[in-house]
């Protein structure tokens, strides 16, 4: 019955210049669940920026609203950081922002569960690499530096296809 299904909230958080990503991730949770949702009576709920309803307030604690409902974060990141949420924020962007929460709420109880992607990045971009790619870098350091993620590189978005399925398919 549809009724009785589980459904399963996967947020997406990643900055612009992973629109394609984006859009095949979409597509992956689709076919799944044409395929699965009723034979597995599951329904997966995937979740980003660009699916948040618009409302008074500031923009990314409405977004942030929808991350905290969601059991399973999974961030993406290629050359840019992303933008600060406000003038205020003690974030340099939505990202960041958003990771930091799924990690307190990781901490705290366990949800949401976390996944980390980044695309591989050419030599000639790290040769030289801006202020967004930098944030990156330093970020992808701190990950491994600290030995608590586990994460996965991918190549193109063909690539993708097959690490967001399989992480999908596994929670």
Same mark, same amino acid.
């Given at each position: 019955m549809a009724g009785?299904?589980?459904?399963? =909230? /996967? /947020?997406?958080? =990643?900055?612009?210049?992973?629109f394609l990503e984006r859009k095949v991730a979409k597509q992956v949770a689709d076919e799944l669940n044409s395929m699965l949702s009723l034979k597995l009576n599951v329904h997966i709920e995937l979740v980003g920026w660009e699916d948040t309803v618009s409302s008074a307030g500031r923009p990314q604690e409405i977004i942030n609203r929808d991350l905290e409902r969601c059991d399973v974060f999974i961030g993406i990141l290629w050359k840019r950081w992303g933008s600060a949420p406000d003038n205020e924020s003690k974030y340099e962007s939505g990202f960041e922002e958003e990771f930091a929460i799924a990690t307190t709420g990781h901490r705290n109880c366990k949800k949401p569960l976390i996944s980390l992607f980044f695309k591989k990045i050419d030599a000639l971009a790290l040769s030289d690499p801006g202020q967004q790619l930098q944030k990156v870098v330093s970020f992808r350091k701190k990950i491994i530096e600290e030995k608590t993620l586990l994460f996965q590189e991918f190549e193109n978005e063909k690539d993708f296809e097959g690490v967001i399925r399989k992480c999908i398919s596994n929670y």
């Open positions: 009785n299904r589980k459904v399963i =909230s /996967f /947020f997406l958080a =990643s900055p612009g210049d992973l």
